[in-house]
Structure formats: C-alpha cells, structure tokens
C-alpha cells in the first residue's frame, strides 16, 4: 500500500499530467462531433412502431366523403365572401355556420405587444359534446385563418367546418371535440391554449366562456393549396425544442401513407431517397428548428402544456382532394378517441430522419455531451495549472528536488477572477433587455451599434485589467477556469432539454477552449482575436442572415415577438452563457500576464 501510495504521488506531480486535457478536449470535441454525424446510419438509428397499442392507427374504416363534398364546397364558398371582411365579422359568420350545426360556441379577444407592434384579435372556438364521455378530456382541431407565410387558409376553414358537421352526427366519441378557429398561427392558438390552462396574463388575454376537460391532442390544418395534392407534411417542432409524443406523428404517418396511400413528408424535404445524405439533410434541419425554438405552426403553442399536436400540410400535385385530408383527420382523431390516458409510452426526446426512422435520446446525447464535456475537462486543468508555481528559476528546481514526498502549490488569488466572471454575466443583461425590448424601428440601429460595441470591449476591458488590477498568469488561468466550469455546466443541463441549442452553441464555442494570453506572439494574438470576432455572437447572426438571405430587423423582430408571446428561451442561452463565456475569452487572448506577487508565507506543500 505504501508503495501505491507513493506512485500515485510521483504520477500526482508529474508535469506531463497537465500536458494532456488540451488533448482531451479536443477528442471529445472530435467524437462529439463525429457521433453526430454517425447518426444517420442503420446501425444507429431505427424504425420507428406504435407504442400505445390503444390507438390502432389505421384500424377502423372512414365514411368521410361522398355528399360531405358537397358540404365542403358549400362552406369553401361562403368563406371566400369573408376573405376581405374583418376578424370580427367573420367570427359572426361563423358563429351563426356553428350554432346552426347545434353546437355550443365561444370567443376570447387577446393582445399582445412586442418590439412596438400590438397584436391583437378574436378566437373563435365551438364545443362538440361527446356522446359517450363525461366532458373530462377533449381533442382540438385548429385551423388558423392565415399560416405562417400569412396566406389564406382556405380550404383548412372550410374542411374544418365540415368536419364539425360530419362529427356531429356520429355517436361514436369518447372525448370532446373543439373546434378553433384563430386569426394568426402563432398568438391566437397561445392566448387561447394559455387561457385554457388558467396560466394568461388577463391584462392581455381573455378568460374562456367554455370549457372541456383534459386536452389529449390537437391536430392543425394549414391547407392553403387549391389544387389537388400527392403528400402530407407533417410539422412537428414545438417551441423551445419540444416535441409531441413520437406515437402521434407515427399515427398520422400510419393513417396517411399506410391506409390513404398518401405520401409523406417531415422538415420540407419534399423528396426523400431514406439514404444517408437525405437523412443527415432531414436531422440537421430538424435540429435547427429545435435549436432555434421558434413555433412552427398553431400546433407549437399546445405543447408546452403536454398537449400532443401536430400540423398536417398537404403539398405537390396528385390525384388527393380534401376529402382523403378528411379522412386523415377523422383516422387520425378516432385512434385519439381510443386513448384511455395521455400518449406516454413512446418518445418525447428524438431526431427524426425519415418517416419511418428516428433516433432516441440514449443514443444522440452523448454527441452533445462530449461537447460540453469538453469544457468542464479544461475548467478543471485550469484550477489545477493555477495552484502551481509559475517562476521556473534554478531555486524552483532545488526545491522541488527537496520536497520529493510532496506538491508545492500557491494560494489562489479569486477576487478578481470572480470579480471579472460574474461581471460578464451581469453585463450579459444589457443585449438581452435591449433586443427584447426595443422598437421595431430601432432593433437594425441598435444592433449596428452592438456590433461595433462588441468588437472594441474586449479591447477596452483588456486594457482596463492591464492598467489598473494587473492580473498575473493564475489569475488568466482561473478567469478561464470560471467561465469554463459555468458554460460547461449551463451546456450538459441544457442538452438534456434541447439537445441541439447545446450542441450548436457548445460547437460554436469549441475555439475558446484552446484560447490564451499571447503577450508576446503579436501574430498569434491578431490571429486568435480575429477567430473569436467571426464566432462572436452578433457576427455568427449576421453570416446566417447572408446565407440564408434573411433580414437582420426580421429576425431580431420575430425573436422579441417569441420572447413576448410564447417564452422563448434561445435568446437567454445567447446572450447569458455564450456571449459572456465569448467575452471572458477574448479579454484572456488580448490578455498581458504581470509578474506573480512574491511574498513570504505564500507557497504551501501538500
């Protein structure tokens, strides 16, 4: 045992121990990376099943069509006449459309205010009584008079209309159905799903006249095609990253593709081959919808309420009609009516590749761990690095030659270290507030400035440390170590709960990891600076919007509108854990360590 003791020691002070978590880093960063890419293959991922035996999607026979047709193009014609009349009015036409099919109706007035807009209007919504329920749980069926591209959504009013109908006359439902109908896509179905749940700000949003019980699932229609279609799209992107109960999309898929013969489709790739390329193509466009957190449809709003909803979009030129979009709805809600409990069996973390093929969490988190592994690794072999003596004089020799049996460390100096790391994170605040709470007007100025702002701070903070506090090579070491422990730690909990925020922002955030001062390697300097400047958060904003030809106002506009209605969070995981572990890096690059503070009774053994 002694002798253990005694090589355990001699690895203990080896230097070359604290050679190795640059290298360490740098392989979880690689394998992280790598297993992502991984992913895709059989061996990886899998065909997706039913897990709820209760819902037997495709089982049962749809009566949907025939004179329903001519419902249809009865109901199609008179929302044509509402295309030019207000919210209001058309929530009167359809109000007396609704009362005369015998079912009971509600409408809720809302208004929100975001980036200097209001956004306001009137939901309409009528409650089918089930037959053979006790009014304890209820599924909705949305259509939104226009979609997210602000187009008419015609055909999806029309066909929800005569659905509402059609459902009357069967005896069949278990469960209520509500049929909601919203101005817009994305505030209308929240101020309604938030008022459903008590959980609205009555400032803003009116109560509901009406009500049902628990809600097991909805399903939205965005039909704004006029012609006849081959496939349905299926969007399934919740906000935040959430996604529905894997059973609900696998239903859908199951009632259209298998039992209509329609094709499907998942994150608009219109033409899917189910190789390799087309998968990887399908999980990185879903993972940046998650990353993103943006709401996706009216469907996106019910989510966060454990309310499993999907949108259903037709799309391409077929043979189709709205009566097999009908016929998908009614499959779609009769398996809905078989549920005894909410879908819990299947997934609720997974990446979908394929309609037919996903990958689960177990197998994709650790892609995202390592990457955040990363950090915690270099956090760590900065503590350390900052215990040891930094003077490499000919005494330092002759005393570690003397102390054979032990560790000469030197006591830690954390003032300003801390002091510097929850400066950061305070000053994080500022960009958040100011993005989130500006006018529309003001948001391409005021990040115009910012931008400016951002590439001269590190300098001015830099300088300011230099000049005035004269921080030595610990106190650089333990500032990174900080802002290292603080993104690794933000990074592994967030991955848990959208996994492709923390990869894409812990990927972005990998060259701080090998960053240090460079006081006299003025090439190496400029070099490390100018990486940092282009992986800065406002310029990684700026090059998306240029390849993806977006505005710069659009975007920060849409982002203070998530951040207002429906809670967004990616903002705060930009603004306080990417930019201030950014800033902290930047300041350590252009950083000048001063000599260490000599005084007696500093240095310990251990």
């Given at each position: 045992m002694p002798r253990l003791l005694a090589s355990a020691l001699r690895i203990r002070r080896d230097p070359r121990l604290l050679k190795l978590p640059p290298y360490l880093s740098a392989l979880c960063i690689l394998v992280g990376v790598v297993w992502l890419f991984l992913l895709p293959l059989d061996d990886y991922s899998r065909r997706t099943y039913i897990s709820e035996n209760a819902l037997l999607p495709g089982q049962v026979h749809t009566y949907f069509g025939g004179s329903d047709q001519n419902v249809f193009r009865a109901y199609k014609h008179e929302v044509n006449a509402l295309v030019d009349k207000s919210n209001f009015e058309i929530n009167d036409q359809l109000e007396s459309n609704v009362k005369g099919i015998g079912l009971k109706v509600g409408r809720q007035n809302f208004t929100y205010s975001s980036a200097g807009n209001d956004y306001s209007g009137q939901n309409f919504y009528a409650l089918l009584k089930a037959p053979r329920?006790?009014?304890?749980?209820?599924?909705?069926?949305?259509?939104?008079?226009?979609?997210?591209?602000?187009?008419?959504?015609?055909?999806?009013l029309a066909l929800l209309l005569t659905l509402a109908r059609y459902f009357k006359r069967w005896s069949l439902w278990s469960k209520d159905i509500i049929f909601l109908v919203t101005p817009d896509s994305i505030a209308g179905p929240q101020a309604w799903v938030d008022a459903y749940h008590d959980a609205h700000d009555?400032?803003?949003?009116?109560?509901?006249?009406?009500?049902?019980?628990?809600?097991?699932?909805?399903?939205?229609?965005?039909?704004?095609?006029?012609?006849?279609f081959e496939s349905v799209h299926i969007i399934y992107d919740g906000v935040n990253g959430q996604l529905p109960n894997l059973d609900l999309i696998?239903?859908?898929?199951?009632?259209?593709?298998?039992?209509?013969?329609?094709?499907?489709?998942?994150?608009?790739?219109?033409?899917?081959?189910?190789?390799?390329?087309?998968?990887?193509?399908?999980?990185?466009?879903?993972?940046?919808?998650?990353?993103?957190?943006l709401a996706s449809g009216p469907h996106s709003s019910f989510i966060p309420y454990h309310v499993d909803a999907v949108t259903l979009q037709p799309f391409g030129e077929g043979w189709q009609d709205e009566m097999a979009m009908g016929r998908v709805?009614?499959?779609?809600?009769?398996?809905?009516?078989?549920?005894?409990?909410?879908?819990?069996?299947?997934?609720?973390?997974?990446?979908?590749?394929?309609?037919?093929?996903?990958?689960?969490?177990?197998?994709?988190?650790?892609?995202?761990?390592?990457?955040?592994?990363?950090?915690?690794?270099?956090?760590?072999?900065?503590?350390?690095?900052?215990?040891?003596?930094?003077?490499?004089?000919?005494?330092?020799?002759?005393?570690?030659?003397?102390?054979?049996?032990?560790?000469?460390?030197?006591?830690?100096d954390l003032f300003l270290p801390l002091g510097f790391v929850t400066g950061c994170?305070?000053?994080?605040?500022?960009?958040?507030?100011?993005?989130?709470?500006?006018?529309?007007?003001?948001?391409?100025?005021?990040?115009?400035?910012?931008?400016?702002?951002?590439?001269?701070?590190?300098?001015?903070?830099?300088?300011?440390?230099?000049?005035?506090?004269?921080?030595?090579?610990?106190?650089?070491?333990?500032?990174?170590?900080?802002?290292?422990?603080?993104?690794?730690?933000?990074?592994?909990?967030?991955?848990?709960?959208?996994?492709?925020?923390?990869?894409?922002?812990?990927?972005?955030?990998?060259?701080l990891t090998f960053m240090q001062p460079w006081p006299h390697a003025r090439t190496m300097r400029v070099a490390c600076s100018a990486l940092l400047n282009i992986i800065a958060p406002p310029m990684v904003l700026v090059i998306s919007a240029l390849i993806w030809k977006l505005d710069i106002t659009g975007i920060l506009k849409e982002a203070a509108f998530a951040w207002d209605v429906y809670g967004m969070y990616a903002g705060v995981v930009v603004w306080?854990?990417?930019?201030?572990?950014?800033?902290?890096?930047?300041?350590?690059?252009l950083g000048t360590p001063a000599p260490p503070k000599r005084s007696k009774g500093k240095d310990k053994t251990v």
């Open positions: 329920g006790d009014a304890t749980e209820a599924i909705v069926l949305v259509a939104a008079w226009k979609n997210t591209k602000e187009e008419l959504n015609r055909n999806g009555s400032s803003r949003v009116d109560r509901l006249p009406l009500k049902s019980g628990a809600l097991q699932g909805a399903i939205a229609i965005d039909y704004t095609q006029e012609r006849r696998n239903s859908v898929s199951n009632i259209a593709g298998g039992q209509m013969g329609m094709g499907v489709a998942i994150q608009e790739m219109w033409r899917h081959d189910n190789k390799y390329p087309d998968r990887l193509r399908t999980m990185l466009r879903g993972m940046l919808k998650q990353g993103l957190g709805i009614e499959g779609t809600f009769r398996s809905l009516n078989n549920l005894l409990e909410h879908l819990h069996q299947s997934f609720f973390f997974y990446l979908l590749m394929h309609r037919d093929r996903f990958v689960s969490i177990g197998t994709y988190l650790p892609s995202a761990m390592l990457v955040a592994a990363n950090f915690t690794i270099m956090a760590i072999a900065m503590w350390v690095r900052s215990g040891q003596p930094e003077e490499s004089s000919e005494a330092a020799k002759k005393t570690e030659e003397t102390t054979s049996n032990s560790a000469a460390t030197v006591e830690r994170q305070f000053l994080s605040v500022v960009p958040l507030y100011l993005f989130n709470h500006a006018p529309e007007s003001a948001l391409t100025p005021l990040f115009s400035i910012f931008t400016i702002v951002n590439l001269i701070l590190p300098y001015i903070l830099s300088h300011v440390l230099i000049t005035y506090y004269r921080p030595t090579t610990q106190q650089y070491q333990m500032i990174r170590s900080f802002s290292f422990l603080l993104l690794g730690m933000f990074l592994s909990s967030l991955a848990t709960l959208n996994f492709s925020l923390s990869l894409i922002v812990g990927v972005l955030s990998t060259p306080c854990v990417w930019w201030p572990a950014w800033l902290a890096g930047s300041v350590t690059v």
